[in-house]
């Protein structure tokens, strides 16, 4: 299970220390939205909204549990002295420090779209606001984590449901098997990523649009801060070796380790990488040796591929009839064959298949199958191993993810808020007021400004945490599957 050490009165900024004695005096209330503003992506306008529930258990529930238990002069001499140490004289005390600790529990609404859903850029994703007066400084001082615990698996859950939604569309476009596409993307991010919580939350993200993953961390992570009851399988991989199992064997007795691999898994998948040496007397030489006794297998032998243009390397070139200029999948098709389904396309025997794992992105996946097309090959020939080239190669500036207070009180007063910097484009400025996200003419999500109570009551944002517990909690099943029906607006 997730376990987080960091004390949680240093989940933040240290500039942000000081902003409770910074906001006017009479400050009562600080009421603040995340929202995904802009896209770096052409095309993608929506952001797929998870990891809110993590945090809350993580953070706002786990983390917070060990402060309210601790000792509270122990918390407090603890918290002076990591002041002392950045900001040097302590001005800031800890009183507020020691009045939270008392009251019990943390003071704060948290309203939220459901996770799973595809938000238009420039709509909250949810809001934040405290619930008692005297902790108005609560709801920013909670920005940066929240913003940091957001950010990535809502951008990798945005990534894989745009890969997603190629892979079903070339699918369908060359008669291919549609269930073989959840699958047809499998998650190899987790060493590429920036630690394994990253990699887990991330990996959580691809399990929305994917079931093959073999980010097994992902798996616990779900289990603990999405738990449910349906019994649907989360993540599902196959047996497969790595270069350390092939050079182990050693170069010269390659072909009697593909032997001992197919003597070890009689039946089922079995993943083999083949370029640990020589791809292409693999394919042209191991394979068709071991042709009769691959097609009398009750189960398919994977090919793995793992260096080079994979576009290529799978693909070949034009008018060059060497094996590489043929291709991984050429080469196949010339060894085992197949059958041509009811669209025309080529299918390789089911006891032989491809799969790709190096350097693959959405840009790389689509020149793939629009290549297999022209080949005349149905889409899901080749399934694609996804990695940090597609979960690491992003920021939190990829979708402008940002937090941002609009609205405020002061001496009972409420007071819209907002920022529109002169030196911006438009992407940086924020909502005004209170908000409330509600379905347009047209069904889509749509924000309001300076909401009125009753848009508000109506919003899609609707309240998940209150006063320190849940108000209601998703499993990771619901989650999906509101994914996969929401997808079905965009086909």
């Known amino acids: 299970m997730f376990r ?17 004695r910074q906001y006017p005096d009479g400050t009562t209330r600080v009421y603040s939205n995340l929202t995904h503003r802009a896209s770096r992506i052409d095309g993608v306008e929506h952001v797929v909204h998870f990891g809110l529930q993590a945090f809350l258990r993580d953070v706002l529930e786990d983390s917070f549990a060990r402060f309210f238990a601790a000792d509270v002069d ?9 002041v002392r140490s950045i900001l040097g004289p302590n001005l800031i005390g800890s009183d507020h420090i020691r009045a939270l600790h008392a009251l019990g529990y943390l003071p704060l609404s948290i309203r939220s779209v459901p996770e799973g859903t595809p938000v238009p850029l420039r709509v909250p994703v949810l809001t934040i606001e405290n619930t008692h007066p005297d902790f108005f400084w609560l709801t920013n001082y909670l920005e940066t984590a ?19 939604a190629l892979l ?11 269930g073989a596409v959840g699958f ?9 990523m920036p ?4 990699a887990a939350a991330s990996g959580a993200a691809h399990l929305l649009s994917f079931s093959g993953s073999d980010s097994l961390v992902s798996a616990d992570w779900i289990d603990y801060f999405y738990p449910d009851d349906s019994g649907e399988q989360i993540l599902g991989s196959v047996a497969a070796t790595e270069h350390s199992v092939m050079c182990a064997g050693t170069r010269e007795s390659e072909d009697d380790t593909y032997r ?3 003597d070890l898994y009689p039946s089922g998948i079995v993943s083999v990488v083949s370029d640990t040496f020589d791809l292409w007397r693999v394919l042209t030489e191991t394979l068709p040796a071991l042709r009769d006794r691959i097609l009398s297998r009750d189960g398919t032998l994977v090919i793995r591929p793992d260096s080079g243009d994979p576009e290529t390397i799978l693909c070949g070139t034009a008018a060059d009839e060497t094996p590489a200029g043929r291709g991984v999948v050429q080469l196949l098709w010339e060894t085992f064959g197949g059958t041509v389904n009811a669209a025309g396309y080529r299918v390789l025997d089911p006891r032989i298949g491809v799969i790709y794992g190096d350097s693959i992105t959405y840009d790389r996946a689509d020149a793939i199958t629009a290549r297999l097309a022209e ?3 149905v889409s899901t020939t080749v399934v694609f191993g996804v990695g940090s080239y597609t979960y690491q190669y992003v920021t939190r500036d990829t979708f402008s993810s940002a937090m941002k207070a609009t609205y405020v009180e002061v001496d009972g007063i409420g007071r819209d808020i907002f920022k529109a910097p002169v030196t911006d484009s438009g992407t940086k400025r924020s909502a005004r007021g209170r908000l409330a996200v509600l379905p347009g003419a047209d069904g889509e999500l749509v924000v309001h400004e300076q909401a009125t109570p009753e848009q508000e009551a109506a919003s899609a944002l609707v309240e998940v945490w209150r006063d320190g517990t849940f108000v209601r909690r998703t499993g990771f099943a619901e989650i999906r599957a509101r994914l996969r029906e929401e997808s079905k607006r965009f086909r």
């Open 184 to 192: 047809q993307g499998h998650d190899f991010s987790f060493r590429g």
């Open 146 to 164: 929240l913003s940091a615990a957001i950010w990535q698996p809502s951008t990798s859950a945005t990534s894989a449901w745009r890969l997603r």
């Open 260 to 262: 001992r691999l197919l």
């Open 195 to 198: 630690g394994i919580e990253a």
């Open 168 to 178: 079903e569309a070339r699918a369908e476009a060359t008669g291919a098997d549609p």
């Open 74 to 82: 122990t918390v407090c001499a603890e918290y002076e002295r990591r």
């Open 375 to 377: 080949m005349g090959f």
């Open 4 to 20: 987080r050490a960091t004390d949680p009165l240093f989940l933040t900024d240290a500039y942000k220390l000081d902003h409770r």
